[in-house]
């Protein structure tokens, strides 16, 4: 039963899509006035406020935990106003009116970082999706755009620098060693791209031309002993620039671009108008401290952020239902970015891999939801891999479906159409439709249906049989079928060609298309480059798998073979006990024999599916004997390809670092090969791994080093973790990757070590990214997170209840996997609730976890 008492006083209101009326006031312009200081700012805020249609309501201005000082209309000052629930709520006589408050808030003690908060000596701002009313009384939704101009006053030595968004438009020396700056955006623009930074920061300038001729200054503010480490991130944003221009024809739009790094964010990064803010992680990149992984995340955050100038500021969204208009649409663009910079074939992989270890059970589960949402408590739960990456893909089936040249068409025609204003995803969906001329009434199904569509796809005779299901989802029974482009070919056995790809509109639940006459059974390749977000069931023999492992040539296709071949005998291991691991060896031998492939595919492809992705895959997740499975097959292809991975070990060693595709790709194989070398226990893996650790001039292969050493039993471990943490034990971002490396491992000590890592002096809860290092990936720790006695449980609730009270948004962030309770064993079923009950019950719970914990338990 439910503690009813506990719950929170009022049970949050639900907010409804189809309640979605048009505001009453419009505020064309705003007037900002900051007197800064980290315990106590003053702001002034001046709104022009406008009628908005024929109404006798009064205004309402957002507010959350904040007093006015002073209210005053047109001039003179009033107490007629009233605040009900943080809204202050005004008569206003007359069409228009010029209205004025006054508040007081206290940056250093805002533990959430929404709103103007202090991290380490800077002031900075994060006000999407509703963190603008934290700072000022303001209608805080995305369909009221305003043009702000900015002034803010400080403390010339504690913050030197004063940035805002638009142009700098003024600024000058006060008295009492303060100065000020006064910022002035020309485009209109809802609250939430607002921002403000002040602080002591050291630019990084460079400079872009577009391709109109105009002269962009761009800096990435960083402190002043991280400058060197943005140069990677720079060359990102000219290239992002450069991109958007080639591809999709959209220029730059102001004089400069500014990117500030903070330490302490909740997410990856934010797109304010010319003033982005990142957490540093996603900025700051050098050899020594970053990964390759950690570099193609910067280059893609940065490209995504700076997409975001079209896709999402220019046109915005009209209510936050549309969250997906903008996220999806810029991830897609950011995808397909990162894919020219390097290898496409790797990013693919890496993309559907995404998708599918974070998405596809968000749809399976409690808290699935559409791309575009119909109700929810609190917006910050919707920034989900759903709305983002789902949301991605969809996009990416309407390019597959309307082909590059329409799309196009599609997205210029909604730009020019919807310029300076707030936008619904049907209004996209109809540009693409309008400028193709083709009907996409059953795709926008798309948007609102959730769950992963199920295809079967058999060949029977001389017929491919093609069926689609659409699993039910909280809310939803009863699915219409969807339009689903699948990009298939029939490969001959004996040549290992195909006569060409086609383009299949699945749009029935079932459908039956002849196959060529003759020839005899092809081997199919399905849902080629990925090209639905689905889960694809088929007839395929183990045999036609190796087949395409080794023939086909869509390298998504090859790489997907490889990876059900893997997947059908690790579920038959964990099933029963035991498995037949020769096609598998057999694949995985040729594979690391081909020397036509790309080094870096080669190091995807032999790559064995995680743990959590079996686990998926099966009726009932059984988290031991997957482990089991999983080990079993990686000590036998660690055992019988040994001196493969030796020579792939060693064949692929660099005298030093670069970064380039061919030397990321080198890093990679040879990383995997460690990985395998140590799984066969050969004596020397621990050796080796050490050996590696000490001499690496990158982090990627210090951290695979140490990455392999923390997962095993080498006498090499302390030491390796050790001096680890001492050569970084000031860089916080590499001191993260310390804590995820021993809460990631599989260890017998895990669930003792992470429990001991919370004690530790350098954990802290106000630091979002530390959290999700230590919590965030130990609930990604299959075998741990599930330990039987439930206490890897209770550690995620403990940290969770204990994060609530400072920071909300990211604790309910950490509640997910506790929600995956229906997929296990029924006594670790009783474990998982006890603990969603515990959070529940919890006093004063914020509504971001009681929204996420209540979907759960539902
Ligand atoms: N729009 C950002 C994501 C973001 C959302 C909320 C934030 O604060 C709580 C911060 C960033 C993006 O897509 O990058
Ligand atoms: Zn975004």
Same mark, same amino acid.
């Not at 533990?111 to 929404?114: E, G, N, R, S, V």
């Not at 209608?139 to 369909?143: A, G, K, M, V």
């Not at 599989?746 to 000590?749: E, G, I, T």
């Not at 919890?842 to 719970?845: D, Y």
């Given at each position: 039963m439910l503690d009813t008492q506990n719950a929170p006083a009022a049970v949050p209101a639900l907010i409804r899509r189809e309640e979605y009326r048009p505001p009453d006031w419009l505020v064309p312009e705003i007037a900002l006035d900051f007197d800064l200081d980290a315990a106590r700012t003053r702001v002034t805020a001046r709104l022009m406020v406008t009628r908005n249609g024929v109404h006798d309501r009064p205004l309402r201005l957002d507010g959350d935990g904040l007093t006015p000082r002073a209210v005053r209309v047109n001039g003179v000052a009033t107490t007629d106003w009233t605040l009900e629930a943080g809204v202050l709520v005004l008569p206003i006589n007359g069409a228009t009116a010029e209205v004025e408050t006054e508040v007081e808030i206290a940056p250093e003690t805002n533990? #959430?970082?929404?709103g103007l908060y202090a991290s380490g000596g800077l002031l900075c701002t994060q006000c999407e %999706?509703? @963190?603008f009313r934290r700072i000022t009384f303001f209608?805080?939704?995305?369909?009221v755009l305003s043009r702000y101009r900015v002034k803010m006053a400080a403390d010339k030595t504690l913050y030197p620098v004063l940035l805002g968004n638009g142009d700098l438009t003024g600024s000058g020396d006060l008295s009492g060693g303060r100065h000020w700056a006064e910022w002035t955006d020309p485009f209109p623009k809802p609250s939430y791209l607002f921002a403000l930074v002040a602080g002591q920061l050291f630019a990084n300038r460079d400079t872009f031309t577009t391709k109109s001729g105009k002269l962009v200054d761009l800096a990435i503010w960083v402190a002043e002993a991280d400058l060197p480490k943005t140069h990677h991130a720079m060359d990102a944003l000219k290239a992002s620039m450069k991109w958007d221009e080639d591809v999709y024809g959209r220029e730059y739009d102001l004089g400069q671009f500014n990117i500030v790094a903070v330490a302490?964010? =909740?997410?990856? /990064?934010m797109e304010n108008k010319s003033l982005n803010i990142f957490n540093s992680r996603y900025i700051l990149a050098d050899p020594d401290t970053a990964t390759d992984m950690d570099y193609d995340a910067v280059a893609g955050v940065v490209a995504h952020e700076y997409f975001h =100038? *079209? $896709? @999402? =500021?220019?046109v915005t969204c009209r209510? *936050?239902? #549309?969250l997906s208009l903008k996220e999806g649409f810029t991830v897609f663009r950011d995808q397909c970015f990162s894919a020219d910079q390097g290898s496409a074939a790797v990013k693919r992989i890496e993309d559907v891999r995404v998708l599918r270890a974070a998405q596809f059970p968000e749809d399976a589960g409690p808290l699935a939801h559409p791309i575009?949402?119909?109700?929810?408590?609190?917006? $910050?739960?919707?920034?989900t891999a759903t709305i983002y990456n789902k949301g991605a893909e969809i996009i990416r089936m309407l390019h597959t479906i309307l082909g590059a040249e329409d799309f196009r068409k599609g997205c210029d025609l909604y730009f020019d159409r919807h310029d300076g204003t707030a936008a619904t995803c049907e209004d996209f969906v109809r540009a693409m439709e309008n400028a193709s001329g083709r009907d996409l009434a059953q795709f926008r199904l798309w948007y609102g249906q959730a769950g992963t569509p199920r295809i079967t796809a058999k060949i029977s005779g001389e017929t491919l049989i093609l069926e689609q299901t659409l699993p039910e989802t909280p809310g939803q029974t009863d699915k219409q079928p969807m339009l689903i482009p699948l990009r298939l070919a029939l490969f001959d056995r004996a040549t290992g060609g195909h006569a060409g790809e086609q383009l299949v509109l699945?749009?029935?639940a079932r459908m039956e298309l002849p196959l060529p006459s003759g020839g005899g059974r092809p081997v199919l390749s399905i849902?080629?480059?990925? $090209?639905?977000p689905i889960i694809v069931e088929t007839d395929r023999t183990a045999e036609d798998l190796a087949f395409l492992s080794a023939h086909d040539d869509d390298p998504f296709g090859r790489y997907e073979a490889m990876q059900q071949l893997m997947l059908d005998t690790l579920v038959g291991a964990a099933r029963?006990? !035991? !498995?037949?691991?020769t096609a598998v060896v057999t694949a995985v031998g040729q594979t690391l024999a081909?020397? %036509? &492939?790309d080094p870096a595919f080669i190091g995807e492809a032999v790559l064995l599916p995680s743990e959590a992705f079996i686990g998926d #895959?099966?009726? #009932?997740?059984d988290p031991e004997a997957i482990h089991r499975a999983r080990e079993a097959l990686r000590r036998d292809l660690a055992t019988r390809l040994a001196g493969q991975w030796e020579a792939a070990y060693h064949a692929h060693a660099a005298p030093r670092f670069h970064y380039t595709p061919e030397a990321k790709g080198a890093r990679r194989l040879r990383n995997v090969a460690l990985g395998y070398l140590a799984a066969a226990q050969a004596d020397h893996a621990g050796a080796l791994a050490f050996r590696q650790f000490e001499a690496a001039d990158n982090m990627t292969d210090r951290l695979a080093a140490l990455g392999t050493l923390a997962n095993g039993d080498a006498v090499e471990r302390p030491a390796a973790l050790q001096a680890f943490y001492a050569r970084y034990q000031d860089n916080p971002l590499v001191i993260d990757k310390w804590f995820s490396a021993q809460a990631l491992s $599989?260890? %017998?000590?895990t669930g003792a070590a992470v429990a001991a890592l919370r004690d530790h002096?350098?954990?802290?809860?106000?630091?979002p990214n530390r959290v999700r290092a230590l919590a965030g990936a130990f609930s990604m720790n299959q075998l741990h997170f599930h330990a039987a006695d439930g206490g890897g449980y209770r550690f995620l609730a403990d940290i969770l209840l204990a994060l609530d009270p400072i920071n909300p948004q990211t604790a309910a962030k950490l509640l997910p996997p506790l929600g995956r *309770?229906?997929?296990?064993?029924p006594a670790r079923q009783a474990l998982m609730r006890a603990e969603l009950e515990r959070i529940l019950a /919890?006093? @004063? &719970?914020s509504k971001d976890v009681f929204e996420q914990a209540s979907k759960s338990l539902a």
């Open positions: 533990t #959430q970082l929404m %999706a509703e @963190g209608p805080d939704r995305p369909d302490d964010f =909740n997410f990856g /990064a =100038n *079209w $896709s @999402g =500021n220019r209510d *936050w239902f #549309q575009r949402p119909d109700s929810y408590i609190e917006i $910050s739960n919707f920034y699945l749009d029935k849902n080629r480059d990925f $090209s639905a029963d006990g !035991a !498995a037949d691991h081909n020397n %036509a &492939l #895959q099966m009726a #009932q997740i $599989s260890r %017998a000590d002096p350098d954990f802290t809860l106000h630091n *309770w229906r997929r296990v064993d /919890a006093p @004063g &719970l």
